[in-house]
């Protein structure tokens, strides 16, 4: 049986992708700071904290004790009750773009530095680091949200440097950053009433669309920054 791994499992597109996946017949392994928000025949669920480094490694040779095929990373943070992005610089203060940075750079690298001996080791996997276009630099043409952006740049480097070290010991790996698009989700809901109806995605859209861009990953496009059609985004 295939078997997927789903890292903030607690999120709204995580939700999305563990149902796709156990409608599809997948083994999920789900890792959340949070108790279990499903029970279903195929779903191992782990709650952890992966500041917790001896609890982490322990729950990830739990999960390879049966061969892994894809892994999801899916922490973000964007807004709280307390903060919006930031629309000027003047409003750019070190508690926000540290709480974005926590959640949207140190999280996902913590996991994949525990990862990496597992994945230099498996044939054929797949990491999907749940990212978003407005981290890339190129593309920035309409500014703001300083923290968000700075914090998702600054991933798409982890993303692309952790590639490069893991194509060296494991030539069958991709490694990639991806931008789900804009989703109904609690990070998108503040802003989903400026977004057309037509690009605003369910959880379970989002998730059908990601699936099908790790089936069709290749090792060629590994470090790549890839939109949620599976075409490359300029870093
Ligand atoms: N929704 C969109 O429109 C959109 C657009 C572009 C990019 N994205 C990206 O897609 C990813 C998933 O977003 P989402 O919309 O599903 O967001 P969400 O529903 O708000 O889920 C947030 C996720 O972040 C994790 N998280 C929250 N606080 C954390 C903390 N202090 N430490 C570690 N993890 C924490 C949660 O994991 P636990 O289960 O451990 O609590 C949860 O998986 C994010 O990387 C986001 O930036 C989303």
């Known amino acids: 049986m295939a078997k997927v791994m789903i890292v903030g499992a607690s999120g709204g597109i995580a939700n999305g992708l563990m149902q796709h ?15 279990a928000i ?47 992005p930031e629309k000027a610089i003047a409003q750019l203060k070190p508690a926000q773009l540290e709480q974005a940075l926590t959640i949207n750079l140190f999280s996902p690298a913590r996991y994949l530095q525990a990862l990496m001996p597992w994945l230099f080791r498996t044939p054929n996997i797949r990491v999907l680091v749940l990212s978003a276009k407005v981290g890339s630099i190129t593309d920035n043409s309409l500014g703001g949200w300083y923290s968000y952006r700075i914090s998702k740049a600054a991933l798409n480097m982890l993303v692309k440097t952790a590639s490069i070290e893991l194509r060296r010991r494991n030539k069958t790996a991709s490694l990639v950053a991806v931008h789900p ?41 590994s470090g790549h920054l890839l939109h949620w059609d599976g075409s490359s985004l300029p870093y």
């Open 38 to 84: 499903i029970e279903q025949e195929g779903l191992n669920w782990y709650q952890l904290d992966e500041s917790n480094e001896v609890v982490l490694n322990d729950t990830l040779e739990q999960c390879f004790s049966d061969t892994v095929d894809v892994i999801f990373l899916c922490q973000g943070w964007l807004h709280d009750e307390a903060r919006q």
């Open 181 to 221: 698009g804009t989703t109904a989700t609690a990070l998108s809901a503040p802003f989903q009433a400026r977004v057309p109806e037509q690009q605003l995605q369910q959880p379970a859209e989002t998730a059908a669309r990601l699936a099908k861009v790790a089936a069709a990953l290749t090792c060629e496009q």
């Open 21 to 35: 996946y156990l409608a599809a017949g997948w083994q999920v392994d789900a890792l959340s700071r949070q108790p």
